[in-house]
């Protein structure tokens, strides 16, 4: 099959579907560090042989500077010359913090990506963005850089846990939301086989979704337009994310929260048809997202929607859904967001 590339400006990104994961997959010929949380290093540390690796602590809590300073600290002890390669193997977390380490060190070596969740295969990996959490804000600090390569081994999929799997089915549903009506059907009409991990049916819905995001950032490689559209959902569970300390939500549960809550929005502006913001919440809850957050402080949400990267001119710009295949970026202010988040 011919891999999946994608061009970011001046960088290219190869997508490849492996087997399995090989030190010969991971790196280049100048060698480099495999960087995992302890998870993917228990599951998956073999991959790696014999190259030096960095094990982070797991989790989104624990996507801060500490990660990225052992991840360059081991970088700097092995010698790793900037033809050397930084290779993340993990979730969204790892993926984010070995890219960021990338690109800071030596102001920029090599790096790869093999992403083993289905959140990271399908949006994290892909694209450039990367980035670390910063005073209780989701991904304050970060930089634009894409991996040369992305490496995606299905069978990682098998390893999953049910909550982080159904994780990345909600970046899955935000993804044809925005830009795919045939996945989109797929999701609706196929909830078992997607639900029964069907090797099959994922391997069609990842690679749908690659060209999806990879078509958005290729146009937009900086987010200045169209790429933005792939943040439905995420200004409100980002804000969701943070008033919670990064516990209880998955980040895929959040995202299909803040997609409810932009359908609210959406509909209150009249942009969103109302049989619309019906199917899709809908679909989010039959499987099994949650549309409430009685535990969250509505003026918490708000504030921490404050500080999103995405805000300009001190308005919030959100992505609202008119129709499935259908999005647009809207500026909205605080007074216009209080009321669909109920703040008093």
């Given at each position: 099959m011919t891999p999946l590339s994608f061009r970011f400006g001046a960088a290219v990104t190869e997508v490849l579907f492996e087997d399995r994961l090989t030190p010969e997959s991971l790196v280049g010929p100048a060698g480099g560090i495999v960087v995992f949380d302890g998870n993917t290093e228990r599951l998956f540390g073999m991959a790696a042989g014999a190259l030096a690796r960095a094990v982070l602590e797991p989790g989104e809590a624990h996507k801060d500077w500490e990660a990225v300073e052992r991840v360059l600290s081991r970088c700097a002890g092995e010698g790793l010359g900037r033809d050397g390669t930084v290779a993340g193997v993990g979730g969204g977390v790892v993926c984010d913090l070995a890219a960021f380490a990338a690109s800071l060190y030596m102001r920029g070596c090599g790096l790869i990506l093999a992403p083993t969740t289905l959140l990271a295969m399908v949006d994290a990996a892909l694209g450039g963005k990367t980035g670390m959490?910063?005073?209780?804000?989701?991904?304050?600090?970060?930089?634009?850089?894409?991996a040369s390569r992305m490496v995606l081994c299905m069978a990682a999929l098998e390893t999953l846990p049910e909550r982080e799997y159904a994780s990345g089915l909600a970046e899955m549903l935000k993804t044809a939301l925005i830009g795919d009506p045939g996945l989109w059907t797929a999701l609706r009409d196929g909830r078992d086989a997607f639900r029964a991990r069907d090797p099959a049916t994922l391997r069609w819905a990842v690679e749908r979704c690659i060209a999806v995001k990879g078509g958005l950032c290729e146009r937009d490689p900086r987010e200045s337009g169209d790429r933005a559209?792939?943040?439905?959902?995420?200004?409100?569970?980002?804000g969701l994310e943070s008033a919670c300390g990064f516990r209880g939500w998955t980040h895929g549960e959040a995202v299909a929260w803040g997609i409810g809550?932009?359908?609210?929005?959406?509909?209150?502006?009249?942009?969103?048809?109302?049989?619309?913001?019906?199917?899709?919440?809908?679909?989010?809850?039959?499987?099994?997202?949650?549309?409430?957050?009685?535990?969250?402080?509505?003026?918490?949400?708000?504030?921490?929607?404050?500080?999103?990267?995405?805000?300009?001119?001190?308005?919030?710009?959100?992505?609202?859904?008119?129709?499935?295949?259908?999005?647009?970026?809207?500026?909205a202010s605080e007074e216009d967001v209080r009321a669909v988040l109920e703040v008093p």
């Open positions: 959490d910063f005073r209780g804000y989701k991904n304050l600090v970060g930089t634009f850089y894409p559209l792939l943040n439905l959902g995420h200004t409100f569970g980002h809550r932009a359908l609210a929005f959406g509909e209150a502006s009249g942009f969103t048809p109302g049989d619309h913001a019906r199917e899709v919440r809908g679909l989010l809850a039959s499987y099994g997202y949650r549309m409430d957050a009685p535990e969250a402080d509505p003026g918490r949400i708000l504030e921490a929607m404050g500080k999103d990267k995405k805000r300009r001119g001190g308005r919030l710009r959100l992505i609202l859904s008119g129709g499935v295949g259908t999005a647009a970026v809207v500026e």
